[in-house]
């Protein structure tokens, strides 16, 4: 994962790898909005599974929805993260509690009323992420 700025604002960009890809659905119980239907947290190219352009890459704005804290990614599964033995891997804010998967979704039941936005961007390259202008209909 790699931070960068954007409008004052943390971007996380993270690769994720095919196992990680795979374990999105399976935890789409514990998830308050798996299917990403609140669409101002992120544009059409990205309101599926993995919210992403690129299933490989997650984008994402590294603050909170609750009150703007920024989560610590807590990428170890299970016990070895702190977060208990059926953690999925993902981001942990421990202001007041809210859990994110690594698709940025937010888990039922903690204060954060919504997923992690995503920001308007496109491959400028193949390996160049532009962050504030939308991709492009093909």
Not at 17 to 29: C, G, H, W
Not at 44 to 49: E, Q, R
């Amino acid at each position: 994962m790699v931070t960068v700025a954007w409008r004052g604002k943390p971007i996380w960009i993270l690769r994720r790898t095919p196992e990680v890809l795979n374990s999105l659905k399976a935890i789409s119980v514990l998830l308050a909005d798996p299917d990403s239907k609140v669409e101002s947290q992120q544009p059409p190219y990205a309101s599926n599974v993995h919210r992403s352009i690129k299933p490989e890459f997650l984008v994402v704005v590294g603050l909170c929805t609750h009150l703007g804290c920024v989560p610590l990614t807590r990428f170890a599964v299970g016990a070895l993260s702190g977060l208990g033995d059926d953690w999925p891997g993902g981001y942990f804010c421990p202001c007041h509690g809210s859990k994110f998967d690594l698709a940025g979704r937010v888990f039922k039941n903690v204060p954060a009323p919504t997923n992690l936005v995503v920001p308007p961007h496109h491959y400028a390259w193949d390996t160049v992420i532009e962050i504030g202008v939308h991709e492009q209909p093909t």
